[in-house]
Nanobody
Framework: QVHLVESGGGLVQAGGSLRLSCAAS????????VGWFRQAPGKERDFVAS????????DYADSVKGRCTISRDHAKNVVYLQMNNLKPEDTAAYYC????????????????WGQGTQVTVSS
């Protein structure tokens, strides 16, 4: 079992930046793949970014490619999502997820989830 807690969300103007953090405790976090997802009201939970356990490769949704960077610190058991040049359409609750078998973009395949952190981008 791994427990995930996101932080770093908030209200920012369009063009601004935020860094989200996801702190893990419990089971060896470094052995898991991790992902960031987001969900706007009335919409499905969408893939944002993911990183393999090795941290040697990452994948991004087309909508955030070039604006977001996922990274992880194995020593601190933390995953980050740096978001730059934010747009109003980035407004959503952002969730961190982890899985010890699956790596990919399907949120249904991730076993562990945080409670989410809200990001609101004003125009």
């Amino acid at each position: 079992q791994v427990h995930l807690v996101e932080s770093g969300g908030g209200l920012v103007q369009a063009g601004g930046s935020l860094r989200l953090s996801c702190a893990a405790s419990g089971r060896t976090f470094s052995a898991s793949a991790v992902g960031w997802f987001r969900q706007a009201p009335g919409k499905e939970r969408d893939f944002v970014a993911s990183m393999r356990r090795s941290a040697l490769s990452a994948d991004y949704a087309d909508s955030v490619k070039g604006r977001c960077t996922i990274s992880r610190d194995h020593a601190k058991n933390v995953v980050y999502l740096q978001m730059n040049n934010l747009k109003p359409e980035d407004t959503a609750a952002y969730y961190c997820a982890a899985d010890y078998i699956y790596y990919g973009t399907d949120p249904r395949e991730y076993d562990y989830w945080g409670q989410g952190t809200q990001v609101t981008v004003s125009s």
